[in-house]
């Protein structure tokens, strides 16, 4: 990597790493849902196991993340660096500038949103894509829980998308950090006043539209897409028919066993086994 691309790196590190921690304190201060067992008694002593597995889980998604911050600047980052350096040359001399950073975002995110769309109707993909809507309760770490597979297959299939549309590495890093920014924001459980959340959501995607996604029935799992403009799904129709509720159930298969998640090293088996379409 060149030194432009490390000061990049590392100020979007340090930008991503600020915007999780403050969300990440926002949603503890005004949080929009409690976990399933919040809200009903408890016997004595039950508080502070749900207390420890509650953390047993922001650990677990801390961990995945781990391994993904590790790879990230071994393998995504030179895979997207090589692919900025062999663009097939279609690219208009106009589209430079905010222009063109504004047209490599769109682009970027409409490539994110059919990705996305992809890894939910294609079994083996779905085997990656199911160790993050495994999880029971979402806030700011869920953004951060994806096998490793997943992200090493989406930086390979948005290199060739690089390639195709002679994208600069400097918009693929202003698109990165700005998905992740989204991602922990739409996540997030931080209770926003409702007028303002409305209005976002004609924009970009709200927690109240991307909880819908990872609501425990299929049909609302397999919609709502979009990760950072919310068009997308209007657009190609793939809005959740219902509505966010402050007590519905996340997480595929939850129905089950609202509290239990698997161990670390099993989420980092999970694609060898078949995933459930449930
Ligand atoms: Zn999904």
């Given at each position: ?201 004609r ?23 979009g990760?950072?403009?919310s068009f997308w799904d209007r657009m190609f129709g793939s809005v ?39």
């Amino acid at each position: 990597m060149d030194t432009l691309t490390q000061g990049l790196v590392a100020y979007k590190g340090v930008a991503v790493a600020a915007w999780l921690v403050l969300l990440f304190v926002l949603e503890r201060m005004m949080p929009a849902a409690t976990r399933p067992a919040d809200g009903v008694a408890l016997a004595a002593g039950q508080s502070g196991a749900l207390a420890r597995a509650g953390w047993t889980r922001v650990a677990r998604n801390a961990g995945l993340f781990l391994v993904n911050a590790a790879i990230s600047p071994l393998i995504v980052v030179p895979v997207s660096a090589w692919a900025t350096t062999h663009a097939l040359g279609w690219r208009p001399t106009w589209l430079t500038g905010w222009t063109g950073l504004t047209f490599d975002l769109v682009l970027l995110d409409l490539w994110i949103y059919w990705w996305h769309r992809a890894v939910h109707r294609t079994p083996l993909l779905w085997r990656f894509h199911v160790v993050h809507h495994l999880d029971r309760f979402l806030d700011t770490t869920s953004a951060t829980r994806f096998h490793f597979g997943e992200v090493l297959l989406s930086a390979c299939v948005r290199a060739a998308v690089i390639v195709l549309a002679g994208i600069p590495l400097t918009s693929v890093l202003v698109f990165e950090a700005l998905v992740l920014t989204a991602s922990i924001f739409h996540h997030s459980n931080w209770r926003l006043p409702a007028g303002i959340e409305r209005a976002l959501s004609r924009v970009i995607v709200t927690p109240s539209l991307h909880w819908m996604h990872h609501h425990a029935i299929r049909r609302d799992t397999d919609s709502t897409y979009g990760t950072i403009f919310s068009f997308w799904d209007r657009m190609f129709g793939s809005v959740a028919s219902g509505t966010r509720t402050p007590d519905m159930t996340i997480g595929v298969g939850a129905g089950d066993a609202p509290l239990e998640d698997e161990r670390f090293l099993d989420l980092l088996a999970r694609p060898l086994r078949r995933a459930s379409r449930r």
